[in-house]
């Protein structure tokens, strides 16, 4: 039986290729791990469904999700729970307490929060500065900063 190589980056272990079965999260946007991986991913992201797939042929991509790959943003913010550069939707929280915190889409998706689920998250599709109404809400200084009122006490937002 032939050993398959996947282009694909293991999400747990980070080896830049997958060699024999790939497992895909079926509901993470893009979350992939090697068969070695696999036992203990399970345990912390078991609630997703999986898709295993034994040779790279066996994942069919449709136009529609080419054209979703190809077209993806790359936004000037680091995710804080993986450490990788954002490409694709950002989720940025709103919270008055979180000045700077930034999810990418997969890190956001993950079945166990890496962060409080009681603080508001903006998605972005494309990068700041293509949201004309944005700046002047939240301020026209260098680092996006404007006074609001929470409970009657004021705070400054960041984005």
């Given at each position: 039986m032939a050993t398959f190589v996947h282009n694909i980056t293991c999400d747990s272990c980070r080896s830049p290729t997958?060699?024999?079965t790939r497992y895909k999260c079926g509901k993470c946007p893009d979350f992939d791990v090697c068969?070695?991986?696999?036992?203990?991913?399970?345990?912390?992201?078991?609630?997703?469904?999986?898709i295993r797939l034994k040779n790279p042929e066996d994942h069919i991509m449709t136009g529609q999700m080419i054209q979703y790959y190809s077209n993806r943003t790359i936004h000037q913010a680091i995710c804080d729970a993986c450490t990788k550069p954002i490409v694709g939707p950002r989720f940025k929280c709103m919270h008055p307490s979180c000045p700077d915190f930034d999810l990418c889409e997969n890190c956001e998706a993950l079945p166990q929060p890496v962060h409080p689920t009681s603080h508001p998250f903006m998605k972005l599709k494309n990068t700041i500065d293509t949201y004309q109404g944005i700046v002047p809400v939240l301020g026209q200084n260098n680092n996006y900063e404007k006074p609001m009122t929470f409970g009657g006490s004021e705070v400054k937002r960041y984005l």
């Open positions: 997958i060699m024999g068969q070695r991986c696999f036992p203990a991913t399970l345990q912390r992201h078991g609630a997703h469904d999986w």
